[in-house]
């Protein structure tokens, strides 16, 4: 492994990939990084991509990558300026409406291929807050004011995006 430090310290660090190759446990991997590094793990990082969102991680010295997330219940959001462009599905309410289950893990999966392509780890969807007020202005990113089906069909495209890869986040319980 090459690593970007030549100092002895970054070398003689523990990194991610032991703890996945199961070489190092977690706890004595997380007992080396003191509390600044520990948050700024989970903390947001500037996009070093095309999305509209930021990322986290960015540890480069114990292993651990900028991961960058991507907005876009409707697909994955690029920010126009980059001049990348991206399917836009059909809002979660009328995809709801057809119960096709198959069809949201085909979404989530082609949804999650072009967020590899760009780079992006983490797909900020499904939205599966439940319409509870007509007055909502995000209603049209939700599946259903009936838990049971957006229930189902989040979890029918997470599955889908999870296949390639890609990680789904549920948003706005």
Not at 14 to 33: I, Y
Not at 96 to 106: F, H, P, T, V
């Amino acid at each position: 492994r090459a690593y970007l430090y030549d100092d002895q310290e970054a070398v003689k660090a523990k990194k991610l990939w032991q703890v996945k190759n199961g070489e190092v446990s977690l706890e004595e991997f997380m007992e080396q990084l003191s509390l600044d590094e520990k948050i700024q793990i989970l903390g947001g990082q500037p996009n070093t991509g095309v999305a509209n969102t930021e990322g986290f991680g960015n540890l480069p010295k114990y292993g651990v990558p900028n991961i960058m997330t991507v907005d876009g219940p409707a697909g994955v959001r690029i920010n126009r300026e980059c001049g990348v462009f991206t399917t836009a599905f059909p809002c979660a309410t009328a995809l709801a409406c057809s119960w096709n289950l198959a069809m949201m893990e085909e979404i989530g999966q082609t949804g999650a291929k072009e967020a590899l392509e760009n780079n992006l780890g983490i797909w900020l969807t499904p939205a599966m807050n439940i319409h509870r007020s007509p007055l909502c202005g995000r209603n049209f990113e939700y599946f259903s004011e009936d838990p049971f089906v957006a229930g189902k069909m989040a979890g029918a495209k997470v599955r889908g995006i999870q296949s390639v890869g890609v990680a789904g986040t549920l948003k706005h319980f």
